[in-house]
């Protein structure tokens, strides 16, 4: 999946649902869904976030969630919202995420109401779905936004920065909202000790430098460290190539572009490259452009093809790190196998 600014523009389309369409969803729905028991937690609990603060009076009941990543760990942590966002990059025809969708099952539980992907929250639906607690922690409302959320109910925002909240906090944020704290935590140890067993299964990652790019139609994205693909990435054994911190401008925190006469300057042993379909790839891979850059020559590149795929890493999740990390890491490991021999 690309950078956040894509999940936040690019890929977002005009509101589609109608009033009628959400009440008649969310009529369908189970009385099992959203349930939540207090676990550890105690209320009232208060958050602080970008926009002051919320108050949660009583465990919740009907929580509906909007961005990335927040219904994921409600769902990890035995809450199944009554309401998450259609995400259509990666998603099925209905937006639901593979990784969802195999938690649903798993656990039992009827599909959420599916709020339809768009630039702004659909308030609408979103008031239909009759929420008691709004999770948005890692996405893109602003603060009119979250003064008209709060309106419907009691609605937590991220903590600091738009589309920038680490995906640990992620967890951590929605387990404390669910009151559900000691949870959030185990399963975080969970999720690390998956990363760090793989970590030590494959020593051949170890101090090999990496760097992680996407090519569009609109530019060449480099990441960097602070993005979470590659965080989750360095968190395997590789280090952040030393190219990517010397020829990154301030595009952003998170990512920079590049111009393409300047990519063989991008030099690592290992290049992750992201695609959409394998034709995309390759095309990419046989540019011109692509051929000045020495892992590209040498057969050192890391494709993840796939919306799925690269969703699961772009930025991970409570469900989905652990979905897509055999696949990713035996790509790793396979490129990383290579560097050296030519």
């Known amino acids: 999946m690309v950078h956040r600014r894509h999940r936040a523009a690019t890929l977002l389309v005009a509101l589609l649902s109608s009033m009628t369409l959400v009440v ?49 760990a409600a769902i990890a942590l ?19 995420l593979p990784w969802v969708q195999e938690a649903l099952d798993e ?16 308030f609408e639906a979103i008031a239909a779905a009759a929420p008691d607690l709004i999770l948005a922690v890692y996405s893109g409302i602003t603060e009119t936004d979250y003064e008209q959320l ?5 609605t937590v925002a991220y903590p600091d920065e738009a589309w920038s909240t680490p995906w640990r906090d992620t967890i951590r944020i929605v387990g404390e909202a669910l009151g559900k704290t000691d949870e959030a935590d185990a399963l975080l140890a969970d999720i690390d000790a998956q990363i760090a067993a793989k970590a030590e299964e494959h020593p051949e990652l170890a101090g090999k430098s990496v760097a992680m790019v996407f090519n569009t139609p609109d530019a060449f994205y480099v990441y960097k460290p602070a993005d979470a693909r590659v965080a989750f990435t360095l968190d395997l054994g590789l280090v952040n190539a030393d190219s990517v911190d010397e020829l990154a401008n301030g595009d952003s925190t998170f990512y920079y572009t590049l111009s393409d006469e300047r990519l063989g300057d ?17 095309e990419f891979l046989g540019s011109p452009e692509a051929q000045l850059m020495g892992q590209v020559q040498d057969g050192r590149v ?11 890493v772009s930025p991970p999740t409570a469900l989905s790190l652990t979905w897509g990390l055999d696949e990713y890491v035996a790509i790793l490991s396979e490129t990383a196998q290579r560097v050296g021999e030519s």
Request: charged share 15%; glycine share 12%.
């Open 24 to 72: 008649t969803a969310c009529g369908g729905q189970s009385e099992q869904l959203g349930s939540a028991s207090t676990g550890n937690g105690e209320f009232p609990i208060t958050i602080s976030h970008a926009f002051g603060e919320t108050t949660i009076e009583e465990s919740p009941q009907r929580v509906a969630t909007w961005g990335w990543g927040s219904a994921d």
């Open 302 to 312: 890391a494709e993840i093809v796939g919306t799925s795929f690269i969703a699961a």
């Open 78 to 96: 035995g809450v199944t919202p009554v309401a998450i966002q259609s995400q259509p990059y990666g998603g099925d025809e209905n937006g639901m």
């Open 150 to 154: 709060s309106q419907i109910a009691p």
């Open 107 to 122: 656990a039992g539980e009827a599909a959420p109401t599916m709020l339809p992907e768009g630039t702004d929250p659909p």
């Open 266 to 282: 991008l030099e690592s042993d290992i290049l992750v490259s992201y695609a959409d379909t394998a034709e995309a790839s390759a």
